[in-house]
């Protein structure tokens, strides 16, 4: 897993536009997947979900490619590459090509 520094702040529909339409260049289908935590209030004991985190899944043709670790809903200046066999096995090539229409897209 890698850390990307944007270089400066954006909301996370900004980030995630820009994540789906440099994939669309490169080649490469996306889906989106909130993360929730299940908790617990004790007294009545109620069950809550909260928000943890999104991932981004990012697939070519056949296989995973990468996924990407976004930390919050709010306004972000970094997300996370995982790569890797249980991840996606994505060319060091190919992920420096879709960051940099990353960059284009922010």
């Given at each position: 897993?890698g850390?990307?520094?944007?270089?400066?702040?954006v909301?996370?529909?900004?980030?995630?536009?820009?994540?789906?339409k440099?994939?669309?260049?490169?080649?490469?289908?996306?889906?989106?997947?909130?993360k929730?935590?299940?908790?617990?209030?004790l007294?009545?004991?109620?069950?809550?979900?909260?928000?943890?985190?999104?991932?981004?899944?990012?697939?070519?043709?056949?296989?995973?490619?990468i996924?990407?670790?976004?930390?919050?809903?709010?306004?972000?200046?970094?997300?996370?590459?995982?790569?890797?066999l249980?991840?996606?096995?994505?060319s060091e090539?190919?992920?420096?090509?879709?960051?940099?229409?990353?960059?284009?897209?922010?």
């Amino acid at each position: 897993m890698g850390n990307v520094n944007i270089g400066k702040r954006v909301d996370y529909k900004t980030l995630e536009t820009a994540l789906v339409k440099a994939a669309e260049k490169v080649g490469w289908k996306t889906r989106i997947e909130d993360k929730f935590d299940k908790n617990y209030n004790l007294g009545s004991v109620q069950e809550t979900k909260d928000y943890s985190h999104t991932i981004v899944h990012l697939k070519g043709r056949l296989f995973s490619a990468i996924k990407i670790y976004i930390p919050n809903k709010n306004q972000s200046n970094w997300f996370s590459i995982w790569q890797g066999l249980q991840h996606g096995i994505a060319s060091e090539k190919r992920i420096k090509k879709y960051l940099s229409a990353v960059s284009e897209n922010l």
